[in-house]
């Protein structure tokens, strides 16, 4: 190959390789994290909370009149989940309509997940636990019947579900 024809590629080639790092380093900001599904969120230990939202409360004031402040969501209900061998552990047995923090913990010695359903149709999930691991699953329920299952192996079948309706 001739010296000549070599630096000019050369030349396109850092070009192009500086171009590409100015774009990753530009797209590298962290923007706002978004959920998949707003209604449900999942965090694992290591992994920031959901960002919170809130809500124009109407009529509420600031200092100025005619203006309205933003008055914070209702804070989601936190329900301890124990996962083991076969079956969940609740810390609670009713539910209404609203916003629910499931911490889950698998306590048992084979892997396991937290799923919420929803007339056959998973509305969130964990991510399979592995034994001592914990998840954190933030979730919207609406008046209906719900089931709470392992979708790990025949975990379901084996009787790991729970049946729940959230009256309204």
Do not use: K, W
């Not at 850092?14 to 790092?21: C, E, H, I, S, T």
């Not at 100025?64 to 124990?82: F, R, W």
């Not at 954190?136 to 192996?153: H, I, P, Q, R, W």
């Amino acid at each position: 190959m001739h010296p000549a024809t070599t630096r000019p590629t050369r030349r396109i080639a850092a070009a192009v390789l500086a171009l590409a790092l100015g774009g990753l380093t530009a797209c590298s900001g962290d923007g706002g994290a978004e959920a998949a599904d707003p209604a449900a969120t999942t965090t694992g230990e290591t992994s920031s909370p959901a960002p919170s939202t809130t809500t124009e409360a109407p009529g509420a004031t600031t200092g100025a009149p005619g203006t309205t402040a933003e008055a914070p969501a209702p804070a989601a209900e936190t329900v301890s989940v124990t996962a083991d061998e076969f079956s969940y552990e609740l810390s609670e047995d009713s539910y209404s309509p609203g916003t629910y923090t499931f911490e889950v913990t698998n306590s048992g010695n084979m892997p396991h997940d937290f799923v919420v359903e929803r007339d056959g149709a998973d509305v969130a999930a964990t991510p399979v636990l592995r034994p001592g691991e914990s998840a954190t699953l933030e979730v919207a329920l609406e008046a209906g019947d719900y089931a709470f299952y392992c979708s790990v192996g025949n975990h379901r079948a084996q009787g790991m579900e729970t049946a729940v309706t959230v009256a309204g």
